[in-house]
């Protein structure tokens, strides 16, 4: 009834109302990822809400009473719910309020959905690269490991941030590892560089892999300690994840969407 005709289920009565836990939700339907935890909050209105999805994940119509903004999953065209601005919840603005019942909670540990966040020079090219890799469900552009909530593209560009252009991967751990996902990432940048990738310059193109738990941690500094062995100087920092913030929509998909290849960001066999 709500996902296929649309309907709303009743206010404080959906699984993930009150529901904090670290992860991604994806939709019931088809099992695409939709939200991330981050981006969820408390608005005290009876449903999940959120202050942005995951790019392209989400589509928005007006609906049928011709007031409201329905939001879908652009996967499979399943009725999420609606969203609203203007409330001033939180500093986007922004609410997608969404039926439980509409989605399933994949834990960050969990055999659906996990996430990894490479940081590594312009976002662009590294998103790009990584939308092609076998069990990557999404990679999206944004900003993380600073200091400043929900920080802009000029904000990050200023260094006072302290975040770093990062891209943030959903993949299938039934279809990759980890560590084949850093091990990639390590041979499509160049680790060696400082404050740096290439022709961009400044802390926020620093190398950094952020860990979600030990295991990524454990993983993570094995392959630094090989390309060390192997006599790199590398710069890679290795950080635990804390929030990850989705860049402006331009930044999304943008080789794709302008019709151009990556400059600064190609493979090179490191191990």
Known sequence: RDILQSRTERPFTGKYDNFFEFGVYACRNCGVPLYVSDDKFNAGCGWPSFDDSIPGAVS?????????????????????????????????????CVNSI???????????IKRAVFAGGCFWGVEELFKKQKGVLAAVSGYT?????????????????????????????KQTEFETLSKYFLEIHDPTQKNRQGPDIGEQYRSVIFYFNESQK????????????????????????TKFWNAEPYHQSYYENNGKEPYCHFYQKRF
């Open 60 to 96: 928005q119509s007006t609906d049928s009473d011709g007031r409201r903004t329905e939001v879908t999953c652009t996967n499979c065209g399943a009725h999420l719910g609606h969203v609203f601005s203007g409330e001033k919840h939180t500093g986007k603005n922004i609410r997608h």
């Open 102 to 112: 509409s989605m399933v909670f994949e834990h960050q540990d969990g055999e659906n």
């Open 145 to 173: 490991g600073g200091k400043v909530d929900n920080p802009s593209y000029r904000e990050v560009c200023s260094g006072k941030t302290g975040h770093v252009e990062a891209v943030e991967i959903l993949y299938n751990p």
């Open 218 to 241: 454990t993983a993570t500094q094995k392959l630094l300690d090989i390309l060390r062995s192997k006599g790199y100087e590398v710069q890679t920092q290795l950080l635990q994840f």
